[in-house]
């Protein structure tokens, strides 16, 4: 299996595509210095075969490589930063103001 990571715009998210096929994306908008993560969808077809964790994980690599925190909304990305405490450094808590500029629709 083939995996590639790519970041995607309209809307803003970073995309895990599995032997050339859409297998889930992560979801974000930045805001004020931060990255916030607020969905994660891993197709079912690829569930329970780690994706989400190397989505995710190379999310948050590409998102400290460009100087941002992260803010975890999404239950997917706040569990991995929890779960990897070498994150802990790059994370804020949300905020009211972080969650506000979640586009709504």
């Known amino acids: 299996m083939d995996t590639t990571v790519i970041r995607s ?6 995309e895990i595509q599995v032997d050339g096929a859409a297998g889930g994306f992560a979801q ?3 805001h004020a210095g931060s990255r916030v993560f607020f969905h994660t ?3 079912p077809a690829y569930k329970g075969q780690g994706l ?3 989505l995710v994980s190379q999310a948050l690599e590409a998102t400290r490589d460009e100087g941002l ?3 975890a909304v999404c239950p997917f990305v706040k569990g991995y930063v929890e779960k990897h ?3 802990a450094e ?3 808590a949300p905020t009211e103001e972080t969650l506000g500029a979640i586009p709504r629709g």
């Open 9 to 14: 715009t309209g809307p803003d998210r970073f």
């Open 28 to 30: 974000f908008v930045d």
């Open 41 to 43: 969808v891993v197709d």
């Open 52 to 54: 989400g964790g190397i």
């Open 69 to 71: 925190r992260i803010v």
């Open 85 to 87: 405490p070498e994150w």
């Open 90 to 92: 790059h994370v804020d």
